[in-house]
């Protein structure tokens, strides 16, 4: 779009102008195909695609092993409208090739289901676990766009090393609240990890936010000074056309 940009800056000719053009209908077609295969892929299944019924989702949701690891179902399967807002249908594709292979057991380098593995699966089930390889059971997850929310389910000891079922990076501004108190946190095995000081107590409320990355901030910047940049540089040669 710079380019195009530039072009229609620049078009004091008519063959510039005929570029400009050229390339904006060859910008317009790119997109068409690209949406169409995209619109084919996800709304048009074969026509020999088999439709999933709930059973197939509680098979591929609920044994984890070498057959349902992901992989194990055939890709002309369709889902209908009920089974893809099932709460289930969110274990499937998750795979293991983004997040840190220390948040995994068996940290190979095949991307399988994240469910498949032993210390994976604590993350779909959204479970606690301590330095002692005790679990706990969280509920009312909700993740939205600025924050993850959860509650514990039973109390866990003062002093405990737990790790969140958050996957955490290096250099990731988060902010941990347990009980509107602000917690000191790092990262264990791949995950939010934090020293209880006091007891968590049955029911706390675990809030999880994410800041802006100060170098998406610095990219976000250039791009719209570009961009300012390109356009006023384009107002300007239009005044002088016109003066001359």
């Known amino acids: 779009m710079f380019t195009l940009l530039d ?17 904006l209908i060859t910008y317009g077609l790119i997109s068409v195909i690209i949406m169409a295969g995209v ?15 709930a059973q197939h989702l509680k098979e591929y949701t609920t ?6 690891d992901g992989y194990g179902y055939s890709s002309d399967m369709t889902f209908s409208n009920q ?6 249908f969110w274990y499937l594709k998750n795979y293991t090739d983004y997040i840190p292979k220390s948040a995994l057991s068996n940290p190979n380098d095949k991307s399988t289901f994240i469910g498949a593995d032993k210390s994976g699966i604590l993350l779909t089930k959204h479970q606690i676990i301590d330095e002692r390889g005790q679990t706990y059971n969280t509920n009312n997850y909700n993740p939205t766009l600025k924050s993850i929310n959860m509650n514990v389910q039973k109390m866990i000891p003062s002093n405990s090393i737990i790790e969140l079922p958050i996957l955490s990076y ?15 946190t790092f990262i264990k095995h791949g995950k939010i990890a934090l020293k209880l000081q006091d007891a968590l107590a049955a029911n706390s409320k ?3 936010t994410q800041q802006v990355p100060n170098w998406l901030i610095v990219l976000n910047l250039v791009s719209a000074v570009t961009l ?15 003066l001359t």
């Open 228 to 242: 300012v940049t390109l356009l006023s540089f384009h107002k300007r040669l239009q005044r002088t056309d016109r």
């Open 170 to 184: 290096k250099g990731l501004r988060v902010n941990t609240i347990i009980d509107g108190k602000q917690q000191k």
């Open 63 to 68: 044994f984890y092993d070498g057959i349902h």
């Open 206 to 208: 675990i809030k999880i």
């Open 83 to 88: 089974i893809s807002n099932n709460e289930r």
């Open 7 to 23: 072009l229609k800056a620049n078009q004091k000719t008519h063959e510039n102008t005929k570029r400009f053009h050229s390339g």
């Open 39 to 53: 619109v084919k892929n996800n709304w048009f299944p074969n026509s020999n695609s088999q439709l999933w019924t």
